[in-house]
């Protein structure tokens, strides 16, 4: 019998069909909760070559509910790599020219560790025993596994939203390690309004019985109904009022008239409730409680005495910031906070806003004119560097 | 032993400590879902005197989560009167000088026939055994509350949010029984975000294993939990970033550290958790389902062969459209789009945008700007009409 979705997610969390480096009790993730996390591992994928003098990687970060399944089929869903789009042969982030990784972050429930992993001393599932990570903590993370595979110095770092987050973390935590930095569609801290949309999906799952205080995988159960509405909640984010009008407006379900009932009557109620109900197929409920979590204490400027600037203060990396009109999670005025900073230290910084309706979720998705900036950037900097 | 809030709540819907008429078989409510609902009741408060020719009245109309209790102390609160800022002797609303009605809508829970109240047929509460209640029944039950009152002609009908969609549903059904109208903050139709925004809060509802189907009533039940979390999720969209961000920015409770952990950390989150908690105590959560769908269904202009302007054709009534700049919940544009269909129909309109960053609870707050506008276009008009 075919596995189900569920038993796939859960057999990636523990066994995960990407490559897996172990780090034991001799390497230990410090966490910014002042606790240590030993042993854990970082599951991840790469693409391409590693070129001789190894100054052709490209580290991308992963959002929230993304994983390192970047450029290749899922291996719980089936679908195509998130980022396709944007990475593969002869594309902008051409794996053909650049060495890519992309990691699961550490609390997510893809093979790196998190709640869903289990802990060594007990058996068990963490559940809610892990202690609360952070984008530094992720980011660190991150580091020991390009240092494993031998990497000084990464050619880029890349990514949105919640992966930007960890791109500027990077550049600030390790600028001698970063040639380049995009951070796309994020900001270099959490709004409160965005924590506040993170705290209902929170309350949504935690609302749900089947939570039983994050211990539910011992007995088999998974809060998918709390899950689902917070996925629901979090979804109408990353799109935006225009493009919901544009692709749904008030369309009624295969009918001409409302049936005055409370099924899925309009077309967005039953494309919502759609999204709801895959997520929880392939995501684990306490993983999504962790990682918001660490999205919302994400605030790079208190890192540096509240100063933003001073977190890239003398910094070599170059950088590209990118936002989309749309984008009401990220609007522009965030990544322009994050530019006036990077000016502020002096750095070299291009900034591009993307006009697109497509909202927060832009990111992903085929927009040629954000492709063109990446690509022209990328290319710019790889000749620099001499890697063409 | 005092009663608790919830029984006091429940005391109310079927036996209101407001007036109620009643209206028996001979008069059915008639309802848009195509049945009729009968017997049912409106529960209602009144201020102020009606003058001799009874033509003083003002009819307010409240939003999804208000009620009858514009201007004097909740029977379940305890706290005062949603509308103080704008209703009383002296105020804006003047009830020395007008005689103002304020019905709770049908599909509510403060007295009027909604989803719990008894359905004399079985004892037991309707549940979802009520149809489905839209924004044009509410006012075809208004308007025979006004009726049985003995007033032909309304002064004026006032309402924001849901409110507002009420007064534009009066303005083109009963065009000659409305001297002005004021929808604030609203729009002619729900948007496809605002639909979205609402089945997510419907789904946390329904999520919670003690809503029961909506027959948690006999078993002295209430999905608390799931109607706290549509709250909450509901709460962001009547407030604005730059508000949450001025009120509560990143602060955290009581302390200068965070607590790596999922407790209310941040100021925000509290807030937002009390909200849900204090709405559960006063609110039927089938009523939400209800009230939220009657604002999903509303589509003026589809009532009209889909051309707004044909819904105020002739009309004699004047308006004065009011929306707020931060208010991303009915923007100015959902306002705009108003104004354009009665200047289409060549109808007299006055049109305010005022500047905020309140957010849509703009409408309920002390916002001089607004009363200043409300007060101006009411006086003309009661000057117009020989009231003072």
Redesign the interface.
């Known amino acids: 019998m075919a596995k189900s979705r569920v038993a796939k997610a859960r057999d990636e969390a523990n066994n995960p069909s990407s490559k897996v480096v172990r780090f034991g009790s001799d390497k230990p993730l410090q966490l910014?909760?002042?606790v240590t996390l030993s042993p854990f591992q970082v599951a991840y994928q790469t693409y391409g070559e590693l070129n001789a003098d190894k100054s052709n990687a490209i580290l991308i970060c992963h959002a929230l509910t993304g994983d390192q399944h970047v450029a290749n089929q899922h291996p719980v869903t089936g679908k195509p790599g998130w980022w396709e789009a944007l990475v593969g042969p002869g594309k902008v982030i051409d794996t053909d020219r650049f060495f890519v990784i992309c990691s699961n972050v550490i609390g997510s429930c893809l093979g790196s560790t998190g709640p869903a992993s289990a802990n060594e001393e007990t058996g068990q599932a963490y559940g809610?025993g892990l202690?609360?990570i952070?984008i530094k903590d992720m980011v660190r993370a991150q580091a020991m596994l390009v240092e494993y595979l031998g990497i000084e110095r990464l050619f880029s770092v890349v990514g949105g939203s919640m992966g930007g987050m960890q791109v500027l973390e990077w550049a600030a935590s390790y600028p001698e390690r970063v040639n380049t930095a995009v951070p796309i569609a994020t900001g270099a801290?959490?709004?409160?309004?965005n924590?506040?949309?993170h705290?209902?999906g929170?309350?949504?799952v935690?609302?749900?019985?089947d939570w039983r205080g994050g211990a539910y995988l011992k007995d088999g159960r998974h809060p998918g109904?709390?899950l689902?509405?917070a996925r629901?909640?979090a979804h109408?984010t990353y799109?935006s009022?225009p493009a919901?009008?544009r692709?749904?407006?008030?369309n009624l379900q295969d009918r001409d008239q409302?049936t005055?009932?409370?099924d899925?009557d309009?077309q967005?109620?039953s494309y919502?409730?759609h999204q709801?109900i895959t997520f929880v197929d392939r995501f684990d409920a306490n993983s999504y409680?962790y990682l918001t979590?660490a999205m919302?204490?994400f605030?790079l400027a208190?890192e540096h005495g509240g100063l933003l600037s001073r977190a890239f203060k003398g910094t070599k990396t170059r950088f590209c910031v990118v936002s989309f009109t749309s984008d009401?999670l990220f609007?522009t005025e965030e990544s322009r906070m994050v530019v006036h900073a990077l000016n502020a230290a002096g750095a070299s910084v291009s900034f591009v806003e993307i006009e697109t309706d497509r909202g927060h979720d832009a990111f992903l998705l085929d927009e040629p004119e954000f492709h063109a900036a990446i690509d022209g950037f990328l290319k710019a900097a790889a000749r620099n560097a001499g890697l063409i």
Chains 1, 2 share one sequence.
């Open positions: 910014a909760a002042g809610l202690p609360v952070t801290r959490h709004t409160a309004q924590i506040a949309f705290e209902v929170r309350q949504a935690m609302a749900d019985p109904k709390g689902a509405v629901m909640a109408i799109l009022e919901l009008h692709k749904f407006g008030r409302p005055f009932g409370f899925a309009f967005i109620e919502l409730r709801g409680l979590r919302d204490y605030d208190s009401w609007p």
